[in-house]
């Protein structure tokens, strides 16, 4: 399945996509806990974080699974 471009994504992916980019290159839990936080509606990040599957390709950012997370995600960071 190929990734929209951000311009076509909107709004909610392309704030989700710029929050996680530097996660692979910088790792941060606390990012990781604000996304958790987001999802359950405790905390607003300024964009929606859908579905779990938003959390989990994060974490595999995190873990540098770049291409997982782009499978979980609407990001697209091992394409560049």
Do not use: R, W
């Amino acid at each position: 399945m190929a990734k929209q471009d951000e311009q076509t994504i909107g709004k909610v992916h392309t704030g989700f996509c710029s929050f996680v980019q530097d996660l692979p290159s910088n790792p941060s839990s606390e990012k990781l806990k604000d996304l958790v936080l987001a999802y359950n509606g405790i905390k607003d990040l300024g964009f929606d974080v859908p579905t779990k599957d938003y959390i989990k390709g994060a974490v595999e950012y995190y873990k540098g699974n770049v291409d997982k997370g782009d499978e979980l995600t609407p990001c697209a960071f091992g394409d560049s």
